[in-house]
T-cell receptor, first 119, second 113 residues
Framework: GAVVSQHPSRVICKSGTSVKIECRSLDFQATTMFWYRQFPKQSLMLMATSNEGSKATYEQGVEKDKFLINHASLTLSTLTVTSAHPEDSSFYIC???????????????FGPGTRLTVT | GENVEQHPSTLSVQEGDSAVIKCTYSDSASNYFPWYKQELGKRPQLIIDIRSNVGEKKDQRIAVTLNKTAKHFSLHITETQPEDSAVYFCAASPSGGGNKLTFGTGTQLKVEL
């Protein structure tokens, strides 16, 4: 149980284009999803927290107009990198946390990540 | 906000030896402390976690200790094996605020034959 998928696993795009990444909880309803960015040999940096049906909460320094997050259902959140530039190249990872009876308040389950390369 | 420091950044041990990774945190409101193992290009995998109401937790070769007074927690791996080689991250999460995780900087563990 508690499986999270991401699509695509890898994407290469040209500078100035937009890229959408999907994060899905496959066997549970995710009340909260998180989006992280990880540069090579670095830690995971939280970009934003999204709750189903409400606006995402962005971390300081993360441009909300550049990284658009939509959490339209309890099993799907999307991250759109708009007008991508080479410096946006990174490993983007989502995580999901369940809710309701039987769920701990804290555990997060991670997706496999999306490797974005902007040329 | 929360700040998590992690040491060492790299750790090399001989197979069968123990490995210890230490983390400190700054926010006294943090009450959940997970440890993740990440292999190159893969997702972080939760290996053990501890909540603030206990001081120690063990799962086979892996244990975590927590000292809330000193705001530090440690990961202990005994009888290390080559497959333990990976990057390990500690994290801390306060109650409320969406329970978001703040990660440490990571430790590259290498278990040598």
């Amino acid at each position: 149980g508690a499986v999270v998928s991401q699509h695509p696993s890898r994407v290469i795009c040209k500078s100035g284009t937009s890229v959408k990444i999907e994060c899905r909880s496959l066997d549970f309803q995710a009340t909260t999803m998180f989006w992280y960015r990880q540069f090579p040999k670095q830690s995971l940096m939280l970009m934003a927290t999204s709750n189903e049906g409400s606006k995402a909460t962005y971390e300081q320094g993360v441009e909300k107009d550049k990284f658009l997050i939509n959490h339209a259902s309890l099993t799907l959140s999307t991250l759109t990198v708009t007008s991508a530039h080479p410096e946006d190249s990174s490993f983007y990872i989502c995580s999901a946390r369940g809710g309701g009876a039987g769920w701990g308040t804290y555990e997060q389950y991670f997706g496999p990540g999306t490797r974005l390369t902007v040329t | 906000g929360e700040n998590v420091e992690q040491h060492p950044s790299t750790l090399s041990v001989q197979e069968g030896d123990s490995a210890v990774i230490k983390c400190t945190y700054s926010d006294s409101a943090s009450n959940y402390f997970p440890w993740y193992k990440q292999e190159l290009g893969k997702r972080p995998q939760l290996i053990i976690d501890i909540r603030s109401n206990v001081g120690e937790k063990k799962d086979q070769r892996i244990a975590v200790t927590l000292n809330k007074t000193a705001k530090h927690f440690s990961l202990h791996i005994t009888e290390t094996q080559p497959e333990d080689s990976a990057v390990y991250f500690c994290a801390a999460s306060p109650s409320g605020g969406g329970n978001k995780l703040t990660f440490g900087t990571g430790t590259q563990l290498k278990v040598e034959l």
